[in-house]
């Protein structure tokens, strides 16, 4: 992420990666060393579940300043959480005026779903410590309570403001649902 966030904004972004995976923290601290600004970007090990610790934690960092619009990017994360949406609604509540939230979410529910799907699931579950809930596409939209959600809504990621540039998706399942909003 601050790799891109630099593409875009050289110099400027301030980012804070979150796991609570002390396996992904020693992973990232490994590669923030060889590529980050240690004044703008850094990485803690914490709970999402524990928000308001957690929000503490971030603002420790003194990385992110607490009055600054940020993007709250909950990437490939919400679908292993039991019940996210009390933590997403105290992040918006301590985030300033113009933050945005991007987030993402399995669904096994839409037509298209391959049958492979729950295969994946079981994989996860079994394998690692994360269990998957699929949910589906009202539920999701649910999670983000407040949080408006901006043009296209919440669509296959693959059709969330597609660049010209981008591969031919027109093939791909619609596994994955993905929104923004102010
Ligand atoms: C599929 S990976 C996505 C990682 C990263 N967000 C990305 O997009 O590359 C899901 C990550 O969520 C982390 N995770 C699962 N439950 C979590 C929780 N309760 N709090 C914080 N991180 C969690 C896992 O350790 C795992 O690294």
Known sequence: MHEIAEEHAPGQA??????NDPICRAHSEILLGTT?????????CADYRD???LWEQVLDTGLIGPSKPLALLTVSLLHFIDDPAPALAFYQ???PAGSLLAFNH??????????????????YTQRTINQVHSRTTPQI????GDWEIVEP?????????PQEQD???????ATILGAVGP
């Open 51 to 53: 928000a308001e610790q």
């Open 141 to 144: 939209r649910a999670l983000a």
């Open 167 to 173: 591969p031919d998706t027109s093939n791909m399942h």
């Open 93 to 95: 509540s301590q985030v």
């Open 14 to 19: 301030h980012v804070v990666y979150i796991d």
């Open 36 to 44: 980050a600004d240690p004044a703008r970007h850094g990485a803690i």
């Open 153 to 161: 809504g919440l669509v296959p990621i693959q059709d969330w403001r």
């Open 106 to 123: 399995v669904t096994f529910d839409r037509p298209d779903t391959p049958d492979s799907a729950g295969q994946i699931a079981d994989n």
